[in-house]
């Protein structure tokens, strides 16, 4: 994540400065000294584009609290790995997501600094490899008591520990919030797997093929993911059997596995292992970034996540 996005900046001030020289030129047609009400449009959207990096600007001189550090260094893997500048990085992340992203629990449920951590730390995990990358959709994020069923009810068929909607609320249920990263090497991490989702939001739905990947790539993609979506049908597989519900789902529980049994799964599935790390630029298996996709892997073709445009929701 950015402090300042170039791109974004430039293009608030470019619309400040044609926006206030209009309402300048129109004043200026009335009295004289009316033009000087131009400044009040260039203000106002000058303000409100580069409040964010402001914000962001703030934070970064502002250190993580030292318990949520050994938190960090304890709970997530890939944080001790890293080199002390690219920890600085993950922490900066971790920040701007606690800031940035609202928490809430629902029916009860406190929302505790681990939580919202929790959050935060799966979302610093995700985009570490690529500093351009932001996650894509809400910012907003639900903590529910149990698990919920469709209707988000706590019922007898209550199947689900998390959802992620293109246009709504991350949903997660605390308990299982705090499993996420209690045993981080069970490749089970709730987190992941609804943030994981959120890559996967494009026109076409939730449907296995990152938004991200480069359309030239997704048939390899695709191909890859037929293939090993089989091998988990067939046993063959260290992902758990739910990845072979959709692709969506496979693609959710493929992310979990490969940062929390990254040498597994290299071993094991070395070809979805090299995909996902040309993906997220990240062997998490050392926490070096790797700047070069392979060959033959799928590629992205950008890189800014942006916003979702249709509306599907993806349960766990
Ligand atoms: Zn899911």
Known sequence: MRIVR???VLATIVLALVVGGAVAMVGLQVRPWWGLLGIVPTTIILGVGLWQPF???RLARTALPADARAWLRTHVPLYPRL????RDRFERDVQFILDEYSFEGVQGVVVTDVLRLSVAAGAAVLLHGRPDWELPGSRSVLFYPHRFNDEYYDSADAAYDGMAHQQGPIILTAPSVKDSWADSGDADNVVLHELAHLFDFDNEGADGVP???APASAGNWQSLVRREMKRVRRGRSILRPYAAEAPSEFFAVAVETFFEQPHRMARRHEELFTALVAFFHLDPRTGHRTATP??????VETDQVTGPDAD???SR
Do not use: E, K, M, Y
């Open 83 to 86: 080199d002390a500048d690219a």
């Open 6 to 8: 170039r791109s974004s």
């Open 55 to 57: 914000r962001r600007w």
């Open 294 to 299: 392979q060959s033959d892997a799928p590629t």
């Open 211 to 213: 938004s991200l990947v």
């Open 312 to 314: 599907t929701d993806v």
